[in-house]
């Protein structure tokens, strides 16, 4: 974004120059500045995949994306659930997918496209152990919640 501010702020400051006939003049200023929106866009067209997008740490909106799979079974629900307080009280940014009508195929490319820098999933097959994946990485590894933590602390 571009605002010529003339010399409205310069006047006013009585801000001057010479001019090479040693003449004063009034400097004319000019506002340059990038948006928040130019800016995501920019992240966006450089940091993604066929996948969708993949967020730097440092302006991710959230730190950790927690997909709950198999939320009607009492049991991994309510460990879903814990973790999710637990994050939160621990200060971590969560964004949460406790949907129970969706497939885990379809939570997993929704997690994908929105680019969260580390994907934690509990469900039934992981028992009381987390999936934990990076976006930037293709790999997984199942985990305990401590050595979770430890790992979205560092």
Known sequence: NIFPLYTKFTEAFDYKFIDSDGKEKPVYMGCYGIGPSRIMGI???????EK????PESVSPFQ????GLDLKNESTRYNCYNIYNLLLNRGTEVLFDDRE???AGEKFS????????VRLVVSKRTGEKIEYKRRDKNETKIMSLQDVIE????
């Open 151 to 154: 790992k979205i602390k560092s």
């Open 101 to 103: 009508n969706t497939n």
């Open 52 to 55: 969708g997008i993949i967020w």
């Open 43 to 49: 992240i966006v067209e450089k940091l993604h995949d």
């Open 110 to 117: 929704d997690a994908d496209l929105i680019g969260i820098p």
């Open 64 to 67: 950790v994306h927690l997909v």
